[in-house]
Structures are given as C-alpha cells and as structure tokens.
C-alpha cells in the first residue's frame, strides 16, 4: 500500500512542532484521523484478499493522480477488472450516519451532537466521472461504479442513506458478486487498463507547508517516541533519558528534513536542524551520509536521497 506524501508530512510534522505552537493539537488530531483512515484501508485490503474474484482483477490503493485542468484525485481504492470498475471511498466514521438527499447533505450524530461531512457520494461520483472520461479516451467501454464503505462495524447507518451506494464493509464481496451477474461480459483487457491506470498515477505532494521556524531542532530518539533530544559522541546519538544508542537516527533525521524542508539542505541548515554546532563534525557526518554535494564555495548544499541503502 502506497502511503500518501500528506500522511508522511503530518505524521513527520507531529513529532517536530513546538510543545507551545498553537497548530500542535490540531495537527496531532490530523495525524490520527489520517491513521483512521488507513487502518479502514487496511482492513479493505484484508477483506478482499480473502475473496475468490471471478475474473482476473486488481486492486489499487490510495490512487492518486491529477486531471487535464490540474484538479487532483485520490481514491482509497479503485478496484478493476475485465467487467467492471469499482472506486471506493473508505470511511472511518463513528456514530449514526444521516443524509439528505436532495440537499446533498451528509451528517453523523455523536453523544447528542450533529456533525455535517463532505458528501462521501459526490467525492465516489466525481473520481467515477474522471474514470469514465479517461477511459473514453482510452477508447475503452466498460462500466465504472462507485461504493462508499464503511469501516467501522460500530457505527450505524440511518434508514435515509436506504438506497444510496454505501454499506458496511463486510457486505463487499456481496456487492462484487451482483456487480458480476450484472455485468457477466468482458469488456476491456485488464493488462492494458493497469498499465494505462498505472502510467496515470502521480503521488500528490503534501497539503500543508510548515515555516521552519516553527520545527524543533535536534536529533530526536525514535525510543522515546521523539520527546527526547540525542546526542552526537563519537559515531553514535545517544540518548540522555533512556539511555538509547543509534547510528540511524542521523539518517532518519535527514528523511524528516527532507519531508518537512526540502531535499537541499547545506552545512549551516544541517548544524542547525541537527542541533550539531561544530562545523568540523558536521562535515564529517555530511559525508558520512554519503550526501551528493552540489554548487561551489559558498554556494554548496547537499542532496538528501528519498531512501538511504
Ligand atoms: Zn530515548
């Protein structure tokens, strides 16, 4: 399953905000919604390796891509096979869900508390639209459908969502089996809609910017959930509360500032975030890292790789 660059930026970002920044709680709140929804995909994906589909088929998750206007489109997941396509939208939601029909308006009540969500249906319709428009182009008939799941059993649905294409997830593979007697013939072959699909797919870059004024420095222990500052000795961080020693952690240090800053990052940048104020040892563990260096003399910055081996 591909995580989206907006997970890896939050979850990143939550443990580098200030304990005193205004925007903490709300990006911690972020972070677990994001969670949420996740552990909801994690359990689609469960449920239908479980389930013997009739045909060849694949499944993508967390499909993000950007249209010919530029608007971007993300799909929890997008199910395809020779007879049909399937996007769904995974809801992690709890409580009692209502909806409006004619007003588009979808709402969940909680402890006596109503709360209106962005209409799961229209989401599910507009990525069906854009499917169906690019497999027009693609000059390729097949149908497209779309389901809204709910993950969470607990949650319970009002009889106004009746009729509407949203159920609880363990009534997936149900819905897969009348999709099959509904559409019994091949329409497209499968290879070259996943290719296709696959050439369309681009990661999305992250919702948020952070001022890096506002990010913790220092090289933060892993153990102690990032609360706590290590320190540089002699070829190790260490950690002065539990006690913790890693060399990884200078190279999971520079993935959060790529995450959160940007790939370039020069002497200065790095003895500042590393919190590393010699400037001898901080050209040493640069090339420790084996960091690309780029530009000369008062101008170079080195380039943090997206994995280090
Ligand atoms: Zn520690």
Known sequence: MQQSRHYLFVKTLMYRMKMDDLDTPAIEQE???LEAGLSGEQKL???????????ASHIFYNFECINSKGFTH????LLITPHF?????????????????????F??????VSENFPNPFDQAYRHQLFLEHQFKAWQISIPVHHIVVLANHRATLDHSLTNFPIMHMSGIPRFIEKLYRQHPN?????????NHLEQLYEQLPPRRTIERHRLRNGVLCKACDYVNEMHYRQGYFICPVCGGKS???LYETFLQYRILVGPRITNKEFREFFNIPCIHIASKLLAK???????????TYYLIPEKFE
């Open 107 to 112: 709402s969940r009540v909680q402890e006596n």
């Open 74 to 77: 993300q799909m929890d997941a």
């Open 247 to 249: 060399k990884e952690a």
């Open 31 to 33: 972070f677990y919604r």
């Open 289 to 299: 890292a084996g960091l690309e260096k780029h530009g000369g003399n008062k101008g």
């Open 85 to 105: 396509v399937v996007v769904m939208e995974v809801k992690q939601i709890s409580g009692t869900l209502f909806y409006k029909p004619a007003l588009h308006e």
């Open 186 to 194: 091949p329409r497209a072959n499968i290879t070259f809609l996943q």
């Open 45 to 55: 994906k469960r449920l239908l390796s479980d389930y013997h589909f009739k045909s």
